[in-house]
């Protein structure tokens, strides 16, 4: 405090009577008061997200920073926030998580404020997403799959949110990275390019997970034929030791194969020779 505080006028002809005295202090810096209207805005099956109002009155001196605290469990837990927060999202919770005494404290440099109002909130349920079936599908060698729509969808979790991922039975005809997955949100497509050269079958699984880590599975086979591109020749003699080399994909060794010439003759070729996957004399 400061006290006996006057004035007097100063001329070159002297000094005039001082002003009557007065008292002053210093203002002194105080702790904040505590942030209000503190809400739980949204939950989800992994997290819940609070909201307040920042102190109104900060003691006079900038706030340092803010301290949110919950208890899970028994288990108390504290984060520091920066001095301008508003909300917060705890979060890699468990679905059906009772999360209490959620506070919010704001702090200068005189100290902490006290806590004007705790809420508390638990997580939705736990429950797996849902993917709808998918019908086996064909193709030739060489080619990719026609695109197969299907949907996914959870109880808690948004759509855009779930993951989707990819498996094969098979993975020297179907390897996982040859099996493209698009689409958002609810509605999704899959395309399976198989391994050039290979025919067989596979069967590809798709698995879809939610924020909580949850699964559910749907299952489709691919099956990949043999593909003819071109004969050499097309025409010949009616008998003789014309030579016909057919070239495609997928081509086996272990298959049986049949030329026919005319309208109503087949001829089955066993002694074939297969030159590669692509050729066949």
Do not use: K
């Not at 086979?221 to 071109?230: D, F, G, N």
């Amino acid at each position: 405090a400061v006290s006996g505080i006057s004035v007097r006028a100063v001329t070159e002809f002297g000094a005039g009577e001082r002003s009557t005295s007065i008292s002053g202090a210093t203002t002194r810096t105080t702790r904040p008061v505590a942030p209000t209207q503190l809400t739980v805005s949204s939950v989800t099956v992994a997290s819940v997200t609070v909201a307040w109002v920042a102190s109104l009155d900060t003691g006079g001196d900038p706030l340092v920073r803010q301290t949110l605290s919950y208890s899970v469990s028994g288990t108390v837990a504290t984060v520091q926030l920066d001095a301008t927060a508003v909300s917060y999202t705890i979060s890699g919770l468990a679905g059906s998580t009772s999360v209490d005494d959620i506070s919010v404290a704001a702090e200068n440099s005189a100290g902490s404020s006290s806590v004007a109002e705790t809420v508390s909130a638990s997580t939705s349920p736990s429950e797996a997403p849902t993917i709808s079936s998918l019908a086996d599908t064909a193709t030739l060698a060489g080619e990719a799959t026609s695109p197969q729509a299907f949907t996914v969808a959870d109880f808690a979790t948004e759509p855009s949110a779930l993951t989707v991922r990819a498996s094969s039975s098979n993975a020297n005809l179907v390897p996982p990275s040859s099996v493209a997955i698009g689409g958002i949100g609810t509605l999704r497509f899959v395309v399976v390019t198989p391994v050039a050269g290979t025919t067989g079958s596979a069967v590809v699984t798709l698995s879809v997970t939610n924020e909580a880590g949850l699964a559910a599975a749907a299952s489709f086979q691919v099956t990949v034929e043999e593909a003819w591109q071109s004969i050499y020749p097309t025409s010949g003699y009616a008998t003789g030791g014309t030579q016909v080399t057919v070239s495609g994909a997928g081509f086996d060794s272990a298959s049986d194969y049949t030329c026919r010439f005319a309208a109503g003759a087949m001829v089955a070729t066993s002694g074939a020779a297969v030159l590669s996957g692509a050729s066949l004399v």
